[in-house]
């Protein structure tokens, strides 16, 4: 089972992030009217994850988010679809929600230069985005999130 592609209203850009950080296909609904949101989410098969509770009852497609806590949000989530991920997963972009794969370094060195290297080889593999470019790799950004994801889905707050 895979969770549904979501696409998150406005006031839930954080867990949009969230959500890709564990792999999961989340649009962005930026700056769009709830029409648009209704037929961008209609278009795409995606559901709509919202705090509106106006547009929570125009549509089943819709799933209504009460919590303002990223904690709570990212749980009410998996408690709806316990087959979302808890651990981040190198395969989608947090910034734009494209694809992530394995990135061979010295194939663009401007991007790589906060890239951490030992003995001038990286320590861990390195992804790149496919749409924006952006790359990542294993660290203790990731590190903390995982732990966050970990409390999160333990029951924890953080
Ligand atoms: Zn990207």
Sequence with gaps: ?????????????????????????????????????????????????????????????????????????????????????????????TECNGVLAPYRLGTHPERETSVPRREGRTVGNVFACGSCGHLYWEGSHTARVRERLRAWAGGGPA
Excluded: H, K, N
């Design 1 to 93: 089972m895979t969770p549904p592609r979501w696409l998150a209203d406005e006031m839930l850009g954080r867990l949009a992030r969230y959500l890709r950080f564990v792999g999961c296909d989340t649009e962005y609904g930026r700056g769009l009217s709830d029409d648009q949101l209704l037929r961008s989410a209609e278009e795409g098969d995606r559901v709509i994850l919202t705090r509106d509770r106006g547009l929570a009852l125009r549509s089943p497609r819709v799933f209504l988010i009460d919590s303002t806590a990223i904690s709570e949000q990212f749980r009410a989530v998996r408690a709806r679809w316990p087959e979302t991920p808890a651990e981040p997963r190198f395969e989608r972009c």
